[in-house]
């Protein structure tokens, strides 16, 4: 069944009726709270593991798409789309994960007369693929690593690094996130790395393409949220600090504004993240990532979705991205300009994951005992458990984000050790030791951390103090 869809208006005082949310957890929730407060109706998918959960009681309806694993359930994309012309929405909002990032989807979406509540098919492509992204920004000047083409012999990645001299990064053209990543320190190494990195991105991409980059010495990970509209205007909203990952790659704590960033080097990443979006004819939220080293930094990716840490950015702007998402999208205009986008104070989160942080971050499923959430003032705190919930194995091992804003960075660290303590989940490990090990280490709180930090000040300082947390 074909239901059949209203007009959409270009003068902005009509959003969509009703929205499917394309995922489960605390972003399917937090779009599902935009939607409500703009008066659109919501209809959440769910696997059947996911039956009580509380993505499914807060959306106006929900449907049963298919089996735990995510392959038959929130990427079966036959059983969405399915779900989403049985309920007659007009929009598909995937949050991050999932489909967010699927040309392919965001094509088929468009195909039933679905808008998808992100960017255009060609930018999710372009920035797919790290190679051609990498070539893009380039081109429209925009500092990229120095590094070769795809390199499909020895010679040729031997010529790029001794132009470039060691130690060099080799890195998967269909990479991010760091799998396919070699570093070679010298060019004896070179062969068995490039080896390793093609296999490693053939197993996970099925594309063994590999290029080779000068390695950069504990940069700092600097990201900057652009919002655009379908109009050809672009802003940028600031930038955050995300160098505080897990040796997977994955973000633990993410601030905004970045500490000790001098204000030109902060200019001037705003400006470029604006230049990369106009170059790729952007519209809706993304994230332009780069590696910031001292005065310089270097494009590294772009994420073209709503990102996990995206409410830092909301509490010092006051600003709503996922309604700006829906609305962009929906045609209305950007009506706010770049100078009116003034931070306020500062804000940290801590991602709060069911995972055994001794034992390398090893996932945690089961059944939660006792929940017990911090508030209070300057506290947010975005989850989906609740006391008695299952966390399945099957998905993302995030439990929760806490966020905490105040005026100055010290304060806000402060805020946060008071929100970690009163944090209380029973049943399973979690990240909160880490965090409280974070937050009390002086070259943190100097603001002073780097893409290496964690690995080299806390995961190789012995157990964590208050592991106790949990089981
Ligand atoms: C780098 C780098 C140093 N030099 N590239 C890691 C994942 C992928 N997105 C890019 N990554 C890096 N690329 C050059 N030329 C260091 C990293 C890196 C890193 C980057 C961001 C956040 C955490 C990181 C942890 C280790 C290495």
């Known amino acids: 069944m074909l239901a059949s869809r209203r007009p959409r208006r270009s003068d902005g005082d009509e959003l969509f009726e009703k929205i499917l949310i394309a995922n489960r957890g605390e972003v399917a929730i937090r779009v599902i709270r935009a939607c409500r407060e703009l008066g659109c109706k919501t209809v959440a998918i769910f696997s059947e593991v996911d039956r009580d959960a509380l993505h499914v009681r807060l959306a106006d309806e929900a449907y049963c798409v298919g089996p735990a694993q995510s392959a038959r359930s929130y990427l079966n994309v036959a059983n969405i789309i399915s779900a989403a012309e049985l309920t007659g929405v007009d929009a598909v ?156 790659h994955q973000k633990l704590l993410e601030e905004a504004p970045a500490p000790n960033l001098a204000h030109d080097v902060r200019a001037r990443l705003g400006a470029a993240a604006v230049q990369a979006a106009r170059s790729t004819d952007y519209s809706n939220a993304g994230t332009l990532e780069f590696l910031v080293d001292d005065d310089k930094f270097y494009f590294m990716e772009m994420n073209t979705r709503i990102q996990v840490e995206h409410p830092v950015t909301e509490v010092v702007y006051g600003i709503d991205l996922v309604k700006w998402q829906i609305r962009i999208a929906a045609g209305e205009r950007l009506s706010v300009r770049q100078e009116a986008i003034r931070p306020l104070g500062h804000a940290i989160e801590c991602r709060i994951n069911a995972e055994d942080v001794e034992n390398r971050f090893m996932p945690a499923a089961g059944k939660l005992g006792d929940v017990i959430m911090s508030g209070g003032p300057g506290i947010r705190v975005d989850t989906h458990i609740y006391s008695g919930a299952e966390v399945p194995p099957y998905y993302d091992s995030m439990l929760a984000k806490i966020i905490a804003h105040d005026h100055h960075r010290d304060n806000a660290i402060v805020r946060m050790r008071r929100a970690l303590a009163e944090t209380d989940i029973r049943g399973v490990a979690t990240t909160i030791p880490v965090h409280e090990r974070i937050l009390s280490t002086p070259s943190f709180v100097q603001g002073r951390t780097h893409v290496t930090w964690l690995r080299e000040e806390i995961l190789q300082k012995g157990p964590l103090a208050g592991a106790a947390h949990g089981a």
């Not at 909002?93 to 999932?98: A, D, M, Q, R």
């Not at 990498?134 to 990645?157: C, F, H, N, W, Y």
């Open 93 to 248: 909002h995937p949050g991050y994960g999932f489909l967010a990032e699927n040309s392919g989807f965001a094509e088929i979406c468009a195909s039933h007369g679905l808008k998808f509540i992100g960017p255009p098919v060609a930018a999710i492509s372009l920035m797919g693929d790290k190679a051609s992204a990498k070539q893009r920004m380039s081109e429209s000047d925009i500092p990229v690593i120095p590094g070769s083409d795809v390199v499909t012999t020895l010679e040729q990645a031997k010529a790029f690094c001794a132009e470039a001299g060691y130690p060099v990064l080799i890195k998967a053209t269909a990479g991010g996130g760091g799998k396919g990543m070699r570093m070679v320190g010298r060019e004896a190494d070179l062969a068995a790395g490039l080896t390793a990195a093609s296999g490693e991105a053939q197993a996970a991409f099925a594309d063994g393409r590999v290029y080779v980059e000068k390695l950069l010495v504990k940069p700092r990970h600097i990201e900057v949220q652009v919002l655009a509209d379908e109009f050809g205007h672009v802003i940028h909203v600031g930038e955050r600090d995300c160098s505080i990952q897990k040796p997977s």
